[in-house]
């Protein structure tokens, strides 16, 4: 009988055959191809046809400046976006895990903009940054901060900051969920014992809370880091890129490359530092994970 | 609090108001006439409205389908068996998760302009479902793992065999797993509808609502209170859908992070 047992749990080939349909998927619609870009960007494919041109893509790339202000912006762009979503969900998580009334239905409401098609998200705030009849223009006129009508999208400087600002609005809610669950996770007795030996609010959260969550806070930020890298919609919306390329992030230009001008070669060499850059992420990622992991496992 | 709901609100308020109310700078904080005329008004302003709510709804349905075909047998796998590659292979899986589709859209775009399978619903409904698989496989493998494996052994050993297993043992107590799933790919393929819409399709009649309306945003006066009454229609299912089983959605996405 225990044999037979044995074979219930141990069949291999059964195994893989439950796993190939979603595998051979998988290869067919995302390992092949990111192949076949990595081919491409050693051609000048586009709807005329191809050919072979070494490393041109790249040479033209990489020496062109457009091309590295492009990179820096990107990472500008990313780390103002990222660190405010974090620190505004940090915040955000505090203040929800507090004995606070009516919490359960404030931790819904900030979830809105994470559930919700982003590309419909931004529609609104195409509304709000209407620099006649938006809200926020509306406000400054009021106030006197602004001396008359102010397109948000369409200066060099505020598009950048109001894209960021709406990334900021799509990307903290899920960071903030985060957070709370691993809040929720630190054990009470923790906390207790602290309040007896009479620790002020703050120290409880900078030596209890704070140490406890930084696993989730590391993983978190690498995380956000990625999605907000990939990042599409929301400055496609928003500006398109524009005005004057000055919210145009890798993702964009390669998306304007590969399919706004049909020049799948140029787009695929920018493709391919995409890759390579997430590729980056990707391994920080895992390998932070894996060391996480562990220690559990030690404990 | 007031930053993220402040866009919703204010897309609420706009919809409700008449247009030269919009229409005045600097901007009127309040109306004395709102109504709900501008959800009227908006069938006729965007004609194609019904057809696009509708493309959504089923390439999201679809897609969400599909992805349970392919993930159910791959999930089960995981979850109960031991194989070489196991561990790496689900790493794998979260790693392409970090992937964009925007870095695939060169070599995809070519192949379905090859078949001739531009400007149709396949050609949104094929990537959709690749990058909805390796969260899902996540997700229904715990789901899984927490059906005890000793009901299974014991039927095993009673002599029922494995379809009989699946059909008695595994699908009644995975269901609440298969739903929940289920719903997160729905979402899933509703959000992500865009970037693939835009850029594999022309054709009105397959837009889904994002890029049905964002096509109108390019017109020198766009009418903004239908336009957000429109946005409010299509956020209103997902959102409609997400109130009601937060719980879950939220403890199956975060237990799987956190605990990681």
Known sequence: MNQKLKSYNSQTYMAYALIAPAAIYIILIVAWPLLETIRLSFTNSSLAGEDYVGLENYQKMFSSKKFNGIVTRTFVWMFFSVSLKLIIGLIGAVLLNANLKGRSIFRVLVMPPWVVPIAIGMLGWLWLYNGYFGIIAGVGMRTGILDGPFGFLAYKQSAFISTIIADVWVGTPMVTVFFLAAMQGVPRDLYEAAYCDGASKWDRFFKITLPQITPVIITMSLLSAIWTFNSFEIIWILTEGGPRGSTTTLIIDTYKQALGNYKFGRGAARAVVVMILLMLFAGFYLALLARINKKISHE | ?260
Do not use: C
Request: proline residues 6%; aromatic residues 18%; without cysteine.
């Open chain 2, 1 to 260: 609090m007031t930053f993220i709901l402040l866009p919703f609100v204010e897309m609420f308020y706009a919809s409700l108001r008449p247009l030269d109310h919009l229409f005045r700078s600097p901007y009127q904080f309040y109306s004395d006439d709102l109504s709900f005329w501008a959800y009227r008004e908006m069938w006729n302003t965007v004609p194609m409205l019904p057809r696009y709510i509708f493309n959504s709804f089923f390439l999201a349905s679809v897609t969400s389908l599909i992805t349970l075909l392919f993930v159910i047998p791959a999930a089960y796998s995981y979850a109960r068996f031991k194989f070489p590659f196991k561990n790496s292979s689900l790493y794998i899986l979260l790693a392409i998760n970090m992937f964009s589709g925007a870095v695939l859209l060169i070599p995809l775009y070519k192949v379905l302009r090859t078949f001739g399978l531009l400007n149709t619903y396949q050609a949104m409904i094929v990537p959709g479902v690749a990058f909805l698989i390796p969260t899902s496989i996540w997700l229904l493998k715990s789901y899984f793992e927490k059906i005890p494996i000793d009901l299974e052994e014991a039927a095993f050993v009673d002599g029922a065999s494995r379809i009989q297993i699946l059909r008695h043992i595994i699908a009644p107590l995975s269901t609440p797993g298969l739903v929940v799933v289920g719903i997160y790919a729905f979402i899933g393929s509703y959000a992500q509808q865009f970037l693939f819409a835009i850029t594999f399709n022309q054709k009105k009649e397959y837009m889904p609502i994002p890029s049905g309306l964002y096509e109108f945003i390019g017109y020198t006066t766009v009418k903004w209170n239908e336009m957000m009454a429109a946005s409010l229609v299509g956020i209103a299912p997902v959102l409609i859908i997400f109130l009601f089983l937060q719980k879950y959605i939220v403890a199956g996405l975060t237990s799987g992070a956190v605990k990681n």
